[in-house]
């Protein structure tokens, strides 16, 4: 049994094992918060090439549902373990509940603010709460802005039983090849139109362009199939022993393994390309940044399928306990943002961006905010919700565990 299912935006990854004799995935936990730390900063901090290139991160965590989704659901749709209702309400519920509250939160804020003129109406509003708002319209606002990316995943997960069938078929008549194979003809399916539209319009692509390559729920399904195919791939390669390890074969495994060099090489890599390619024009909308939307794809499954047993410096430097704690409150943190800097900024008078000491403070009060929800608030939701399903799992929430885990077990 492998102890993974959602993230980041991913909410039921299980990110430590009950048992303390054995390891996970746990440096996706640690990745997972540093997404989503990364993504605060570029919203909310001045605009350089480290922030402004900060929706980057948005595609690690779409990769990384599809293959975190394939590996806690995969094997138990197929062998009829769970139902299709049951992986529904499990895989669905605990997030779409949190993202209503999230923008519940936001639309106080609103009222409280006057609701200012770019507010959306009510129609707008509720079609965000649908989770339709960005098929309509792709750069619509929506309270809680970043709700957008669940958008973007419901279809991803509700279509997830076929990708499933897809990379079984693929991988049982050309085995681990085909799944490459099928991971890059993906791979050029999301980025290939980009790509092509840059270079007609003479290496320029406009914002609105990059809003549908971005927000379109549609142009995200290509890159959460990698993540799937990538999976089922990790899968075929990994035997029981690389998925469990006791604590001793972790501390002897040696970081010169083929899979630690391989998916250090992607880290930094993507790390280089992302902070260190000179920024072209005044901002971010324009350039060759915008072509990063769906670029980096293959990059961060690669990183994903060789670093699947925390392999690597990289993996041992997420793995770290404090980055797999804060790991479980990402999500949260991803979604309360707006939030929280709203309010900040009301209580520093300040127009546009925090201070310093300001914008230190409400990351702070914000990661706080989001354990206290993990820990206390959200478990009695998430309980009801997977009532719903045949023999709900028993809910048994403990600080440093994400809430949602249980819908993985």
Known sequence: KINVG?????QALAPMAADKGKQTMVHLSGLRFLMALWIVVGHYAPISTVTCRSFVAV???IVMSGFVTHLAYGERLLSGALTLKQYLIRRLAPIVLTTWVAMLLSVFILMQLGEPDWAPGLLPTCSCFLFIRHWLTPSGWCPSPPSWTIEALVPCWVLYPLM???AARTEAKWGVPGLLAGGFLLWIVSFGPMLALYFYQGNGITWDQHAVFFFWPPCQLSD???GVFCAAAFSRRAQPPLLELNDQAVQTRS???PAGVLSDAAFIFFASVVFFLPQKGADCQEGLTLLF???FAPVIALYLYSSGTNAGVSGKLLSHPAL???GNYSFEIYLFQWSFNTVFKEMFGVPDFLGVQGFVTMVLCLVIFSGLYVEWVAPPMVKWA???AEKPPELKPQVGTSYAAVATK
């Open 59 to 61: 595609s690690v965590f």
């Open 164 to 166: 499933r069938r897809a």
């Open 255 to 257: 970081w010169l393994q």
């Open 386 to 388: 997977l009532s719903f």
């Open 293 to 295: 939307d769906h670029a």
């Open 324 to 326: 797999v704690v804060l």
């Open 224 to 226: 959460f199939a990698i």
């Open 6 to 10: 959602s993230g980041s935006v991913e």
